[in-house]
């Protein structure tokens, strides 16, 4: 077995400009931010229904949180276990440190086949590699099965959402993408049963003449090398049964030890995701099995800089998440940015995280710099988290290492806002100073109660978010008013 260094690949993962930046642009994409509303404020309410049903969904979310932390705790033992389960029943593994690792396996895996195209099932590992762009340009296509996928796919355009890559996007844009990019679709109305329908027919050919398919993985089971895929359309399991090569790309710690463990994951998965009480399709294979689905099994174990988390005990709680996307539907910042300002396949709360930890952060000027940032801390995240990651707290630390990782030269300007804040507050008389001097701002208010530009260096922090306008009256005020001066 390769033994893991953890060497960060950088796939596709690093953004291409700062949070604010991106931030900014998709604020004034108004079309985006009502159809990123509607969706996720109707998954929210949905998912409340769902878990309301469940009488014990604390129970659950403790005992998800407690697997996870053995599965880490464990992660060498279990992936040896793994390894050996899926060779003994006909499978093949193989182990990648990085991006280009991973992607290389895969590419040698389907020139042997003799194969120029692969039909995909929906994985967040494959996308974070850049598998789909790394096989274009060998020569091989890469077919998206997943309809919300497609849709991305076709459109030439990037996920902004774990589980609804296609969030973004409404019926009538879906029908002008599925008119410009499929052969012979014809005419089609923005009826979403007609969509689908087309859908179905394209890939239908895919399918059936596929010689190769490539899958992530929900889970791998340590004590059966068994592989699970959760879906809701059953192209998951078109893509796992069909062709006679299947190769599954899976992070290493997507792991679960024992068989009977799944039963806990099957019940806060569908309800966090796509408020189901269960889902419509799992799909779960063991090796190979003669004149029963692909003949041939490869999985790649994926590290990427998992390894690297690891080695951090106030971050690695991340590499908990199982790919719900319950934290992005709760998120203020999402809702009003999409995914797109997050610039990574990981956007939202968890995508501020696990986009930083496993590239790194190279620089100030680094986009990754600014993820830690992207989140208001309200709590709600953690409060949605089906295994109880303490999103928010991971946040700050994370914050923390950026800051400490720039000390040393000139101070910076929130160096000097802060000094300046300690200032003010170490005296009463400076503190009412200041809440005069704040007073001073309701001039710059907006119509919507919100000061949206201050002057610098004030502009620094309005850049990115607004302010809410200060009271007419201060509370020190109001108690002069009420109680008369206050005693030295």
Not at 147 to 172: F, T, W
Not at 207 to 227: C, E, M, Y
């Amino acid at each position: 077995m390769t033994t893991f260094l953890g060497t960060p690949g950088f796939g596709n993962l690093r953004g291409a400009e700062p949070f604010p930046t991106a931030a900014r642009r998709e604020l004034r994409n108004i079309q985006m931010r009502r159809n990123v509303g509607h969706a996720t404020s109707t998954i929210r309410s949905k998912r409340l229904a769902a878990v309301s049903e469940c009488a014990d969904w604390e129970q659950l979310r403790a005992a998800g949180s407690a697997l996870k932390r053995d599965v880490i705790g464990r992660l060498p033992e279990l992936l040896t276990e793994l390894e050996r389960n899926v060779i003994a029943r006909g499978g093949v593994v193989h182990w990648a440190r990085d991006a280009t690792e991973a992607n290389q396996i895969v590419v040698d895996i389907v020139r042997r086949c003799g194969a120029d195209e692969v039909v995909k099932v929906k994985s967040m590992a494959t996308q974070e590699i850049g598998l789909n762009e790394h096989l274009e340009a060998n020569g091989i296509a890469a077919v998206e099965t997943d309809l919300a996928e497609l849709i991305v796919q076709l459109g030439r355009d990037k996920p902004s959402h774990i589980l609804v890559p296609a969030i973004h996007r409404n019926r009538a844009e879906i029908r002008e993408i599925f008119m410009r990019s499929m052969p012979d679709v014809g005419q089609l109305t923005d009826d979403p049963r007609v969509l689908a329908m087309a859908a179905r027919a394209y890939l239908r050919r895919k399918f059936l003449s596929a010689k190769v398919a490539v899958s992530g993985a929900n889970f791998g089971i340590a004590d059966t090398g068994t592989l699970a895929v959760v879906e809701s359309e059953g192209n998951g399991r078109m893509c796992l049964t069909l062709p006679p090569t299947l190769i599954t790309v899976m992070g290493i710690e997507k792991l679960i030890p024992r068989f009977t463990d799944l039963e806990v994951f099957m019940q806060l998965l569908p309800r966090s995701s796509t408020a189901e009480r269960m889902n419509p399709y799992t799909s779960m294979w063991t090796g190979v099995h003669a004149g029963d689905g692909p003949q041939e099994f490869h999985l790649v174990l994926l590290d990427n800089g998992r390894t690297s988390v690891l080695a951090d005990p106030d971050g690695r709680a991340a590499l908990h998440c199982i790919r719900c996307s319950a934290c992005l539907n709760v998120c203020p910042v999402y809702e009003r940015t999409g995914g797109h300002a997050y610039g990574s396949v990981y956007p939202g709360p968890i995508g501020a995280i696990l986009s930083p930890q496993l590239t790194g952060i190279a620089g100030h000027d680094d986009p990754n710099a600014s993820l830690p940032y992207a989140s208001s801390l309200c709590g709600a995240c953690f409060d949605a988290c089906p295994v109880l990651i303490d999103i928010p707290s991971i946040l700050v630390h994370l914050r923390a290492a950026h800051v400490d990782s720039e000390r040393g030269g000139l101070p910076r300007g929130q160096d000097l806002a802060m000094k300046a804040t300690a200032w003010a507050m170490e005296s009463p008389g400076r503190f009412g100073l200041a809440e005069k001097a704040l007073g001073a701002a309701r001039l710059l208010t907006r119509s919507d109660r919100a000061i949206t530009a201050l002057p610098w260096p004030g502009s620094r922090w309005t850049s990115s978010r607004d302010i809410p306008r200060p009271p007419a009256e201060t509370f020190r005020q109001w108690w002069t008013r009420t109680h008369g001066p206050a005693r030295p």
